[in-house]
């Protein structure tokens, strides 16, 4: 233990060949303790101003009405930087996803297991790390396993052994979604989780990239979501020639979680101009509608940044007046487990540019907030199950895109063309679903069909002489004549 660090780790207790799936249960997992027989308080009101809120200096009006204007502006939030070095870092839990299809060359398994190898020789004995493998098919490796000396021995021979197989990679998705249910069926918790792809370019589905490691995006290629709604970041890591100190960094970073279950409370501060803040948008994950005050962010990493798009509603008459956002969060400690809250922050709101303003900045940011808009609004139509109106508003955004003519509308249609692409194929499966129903009643009709026995083929027996008797007995010539007096 460091001498500067007040917290004391229990680490999962485990045998050598200890495993997820096996019934044995070991020692229940004690957690964070301040001091060895007394919990921690569950809160503490705390200022701790390094968690870093600003607005960018751009703002846009993109609609006016009759008694109001809506403007969008972003705000951008920054997570502090690790305390210091000797403090002691919340323990993790890893799931390592590796593409080793036919579409990996050697010298990318190469990269990959050296890549592994740096993540193994970074997890301490507090860590687990489970790994998982896909090709056509994806395979659980290595159970959710303690990185002590023998983990990391059973880690590296596995990492050794790891060869390109014949197939496309086609399984992601599959391997994801095994990925998530290691972390999901735990019976015992680290504080931190998290879900790590590697592979020789990061996944398409994986649209958005990590800024919390923005000085090293010229060597490493990365992108971070959520995956199906989960609470576990899924990392996207595309493996390329960079040199092992900065992969070493950047995974450093993504391991250390300063920051908790973030949540963020966004209004006007008392004796601002009225205003009304309608929506936040988040839109460097995939885009989605955070709500209109309360915001829940989840964890964030050492240094993260991550920018939100928030729709301001002004009244005519409060137009051209100051308008001072209040920023409030709130987080937990992953160290303490304590619930901290941070200082309100007071941000003046910049002056909004009108709807007509040509400057390319403000262009761009119109068109960042349609295209996130339609993105988020048909992912909640979608969840309703109404397709058409999901259709409609893609639609809609892509058309106002291409009439804009803007330098920047191109690379915001190519997102809405690749949703209208993805919910085509939803429509066309949810067409085909009552085929597919049907196909599968018939299924299980002829699954529960008697086994052969002799008292089954008399019954059938019995059912074919009653058909011939009644097709005889109407004058029809049939294959069955004959059989009227069948005996078996």
């Not at 920054?78 to 000797?86: D, G, H, N, Q, Y």
């Not at 010229?218 to 092992?244: A, M, W, Y």
């Not at 929506?279 to 989605?288: C, E, F, G, K, M």
């Amino acid at each position: 233990m460091s001498p500067t660090s007040v917290a004391r780790f229990n680490p999962i207790p485990e045998s050598d060949e200890y495993d997820e799936e096996n019934d044995n249960v070991v020692e229940e997992f004690q957690g964070f303790f301040v001091d060895a027989n007394v919990k921690p308080e569950k809160e503490s009101l705390v200022n701790f101003t390094n968690f870093e809120a600003r607005l960018l200096p751009e703002a846009a009006v993109v609609s006016v009405g009759r008694s109001y204007e809506t403007y969008v502006i972003i705000l951008k939030l920054k997570a502090p930087p690790v305390l210091t070095r000797t403090a002691r870092r919340a323990p993790i839990d890893l799931v390592m996803v590796l593409d080793v299809s036919g579409k990996m060359k050697a010298q990318d398994i190469q990269m990959m297991k050296r890549a592994m190898r740096l993540v193994i020789s970074t997890l301490s004995t507090s860590d687990r790390l489970s790994i998982v493998a896909f090709s056509t098919t994806s395979k659980r490796l290595l159970p959710l396993r303690r990185m002590t000396t023998s983990g990391k021995r059973s880690a590296r021979r596995i990492v050794d052994a790891i060869v390109a197989l014949d197939g496309t990679g086609t399984s992601a998705s599959d391997a994801l979604k095994k990925a998530a249910k290691v972390l999901e069926d735990r019976r015992e918790r680290n504080p931190v989780a998290s879900i790590m792809l590697l592979s020789d370019c990061p996944n398409d589905r994986l649209t958005t990239t990590i800024s919390t490691n923005q000085r090293y995006q010229s060597t490493i290629v990365s992108t971070c979501t959520r995956f199906n709604n989960s609470e576990i970041p899924v990392h996207s890591i595309g493996l390329n020639q960079s040199n092992d100190d900065v992969f070493k960094k950047f995974i450093g970073g993504i391991i250390n979680v300063v920051v908790q279950d973030l949540r963020v409370q966004v209004g006007f501060v008392s004796g601002s101009a009225p205003a009304e803040v309608a929506a936040v948008y988040s839109y460097t994950n995939r885009p989605a509608a955070l709500g209109s005050g309360s915001l829940r962010l989840g964890d964030f990493y050492a240094e993260e940044e991550r920018e939100l798009l928030v729709e301001l509603k002004v009244p005519t008459s409060a137009i051209g007046t100051h308008h001072v956002l209040s920023v409030r969060c709130s987080y937990k400690d992953p160290s303490t487990q304590e619930l901290v809250y941070c200082k309100e922050q007071a941000l003046l709101v910049p002056r909004p540019h009108a709807v007509r303003s040509s400057t390319p900045n403000i262009q761009r940011l119109r068109d960042l907030f349609i295209s996130t808009r339609a993105m988020a609004e048909s992912k909640r139509l979608i969840e309703r199950n109404d397709l058409t109106g999901a259709h409609h508003m893609l639609s809609s955004a892509r058309a106002l895109l291409v009439q804009s003519n803007s330098s920047s509308a191109g690379e915001f249609v190519h997102g809405l063309e690749t949703e209208l692409s993805e919910l085509h194929y939803r429509r066309q499966n949810q067409t085909q679903q009552p085929h597919r129903r049907r196909i599968n009643v018939q299924q299980r009709e002829d699954d529960k069909a008697e086994p052969l026995t002799p008292t089954s083929a008399w019954r059938a027996a019995e059912r074919l002489a009653k058909v011939a008797i009644m097709r005889k007995s109407l004058n029809r010539v049939s294959d069955l004549h004959g059989f009227e007096d069948a005996r078996f």
